[in-house]
């Protein structure tokens, strides 16, 4: 039987939590119990020898490994050969991966870091090459221990201080992330194969969707039943309390680093309203939403990005009217921004071009009129926004792997197993 999993802190730093990041030497002398991160993790290891099991797969461990641990993934280390020393750096993966992709991307090129990082998960470096991110580790290491000292100054020279602080460990990351991805290229990734183990990213990364567990038994080709019981026996939350600690934790990004309303967190979050986001976190941290962000929130007027309220406009206007005839050159209008701009911001957002992405929310709710109704195939494909069967069903091979009427039959025999 599965033991209960725990799960790491929401903060990178319990001492300060609006630390971009934390930084910490872990020692591991015997096999340890599996732990369910939250944060992103990035690992190096400096000594020892062992194995590592991510995700439910075996990862060998020696001295120039490095080991990206993304939000929600569970790690346990099955086997110490020899005692394993290692630097551990915390970090809100969302925070650094949207300034990849804003700043650190001039010719708006489709950078999927997460999915990189998610293929392989481990490097192995090269002695130069060890050396070098030994360096970076340290540095933020140095850096941290700075701020903390600027930190207890409030003069405006500190506030200035702090803000350049931030910027230097934020490259940091950003190099180690870069060379990780780097180092990867000629590796041979993981099967396409989606399994059980995969379900918290699944959920941490879709978590502006309405989820359900019909959604994920179709997606992972598991019953509801078995869903639930594989999330409760990992985390010891229901599937909807584990919905929550997951939206909790990326509240906590938002509110340090954005200057989202409570509204516009609810509708890109998952919430329901600005009321139900309140109530979640105050229950999970023991704060108020807004009393959390004045106390712990270093962005400033300085470090807001505008254009992230219009980006978020974007994306929920194709999402609402999806079942019209959209195409880029009007969509692109209705913002007054050109179809190229329109497409760069899709790719920073939602990581798929117009097309795609339209495509992708058509086939979705084709889906559930599939399991939920018995309209037919055509009137389904007129609802969503297609003009013929041929378009709906083309679109959802590709999407779904099989038909619109395979799918339907599908479905309906998972349901009669459950």
Request: hydrophobic share 40%; aromatic share 12%.
């Amino acid at each position: 039987m599965s033991k209960l999993v725990p799960i790491q802190s929401i903060y990178c730093s319990n001492e300060d939590e609006s630390r971009l990041c934390g930084f910490d030497v872990e020692v591991i002398s015997a096999p340890t119990t599996p732990l369910i991160h939250p944060l992103s993790r990035l690992w190096l290891i400096n000594e020892g020898e062992g194995t590592l099991l991510l995700n439910d797969k075996e990862y060998h461990l020696q001295k120039g490994a490095l080991v990206s641990v993304l939000p929600w993934q569970i790690t346990d280390i099955i086997e110490v050969k020899s005692p394993l020393q290692f630097f551990v750096v915390a970090y809100y993966f969302d925070n650094i991966n949207e300034i990849i992709k804003t700043f650190y991307n001039p010719d708006s090129v489709h950078l999927s870091v997460a999915q990189s990082m998610f293929k392989a998960p481990i490097a192995s470096l090269d002695t130069q090459s060890y050396e070098q991110m030994k360096q970076l580790f340290l540095q933020i290491k140095e850096e941290l221990q700075a701020q903390s000292q600027i930190n207890s100054s409030d003069s405006s020279f500190a506030v200035e201080s702090h803000g350049i602080s931030n910027l230097y460990i934020t490259n940091k990351l950003i190099e180690i992330i870069v060379s990780f991805i780097r180092a990867n290229r000629t590796m041979p990734t993981s099967a396409s194969l989606i399994e059980a183990s995969e379900i918290f990213q699944y959920l941490y990364t879709h978590l502006n969707e309405k989820i359900t567990l019909s959604m994920l038994s179709q997606k992972f080709y598991m019953s509801e039943s078995a869903i639930s019981s594989y999330i409760k026996k990992k985390t010891g939350l229901s599937f909807f309390d584990l919905l929550n600690e997951m939206r909790v934790g990326k509240t906590i990004n938002y509110l340090l680093y954005t200057d989202f309303t409570l509204e516009e967190l609810a509708e890109i979050l998952g919430f329901v309203d600005s009321a139900h986001i309140s109530k979640v976190f105050l229950a999970r941290v023991g704060m108020r939403a807004n009393d959390f962000r004045k106390t712990y929130q270093s962005v400033g007027e300085k470090c807001r990005i505008k254009d992230r309220r219009v980006f978020y406009s974007i994306v929920s206007y194709i999402y609402r009217h999806y079942a019209e005839d959209l195409h880029p050159r009007t969509v692109s209008d209705q913002f007054g921004i050109s179809p190229k701009e329109l497409n760069r911001i899709l790719l920073f957002q939602v990581e798929m071009n117009f097309n795609d992405y339209l495509n992708y929310i058509r086939v979705n709710r084709a889906s559930e009129l599939l399991l939920e109704t018995d309209k037919s195939i055509l009137t389904i494909a007129l609802e969503v926004g297609y003009n013929t069967e041929k378009t709906l069903s083309r679109n959802f091979l590709r999407f779904r792997s099989m038909t619109p009427g395979n799918f339907r039959r599908s479905v309906e025999l998972q349901k009669n197993d459950i």
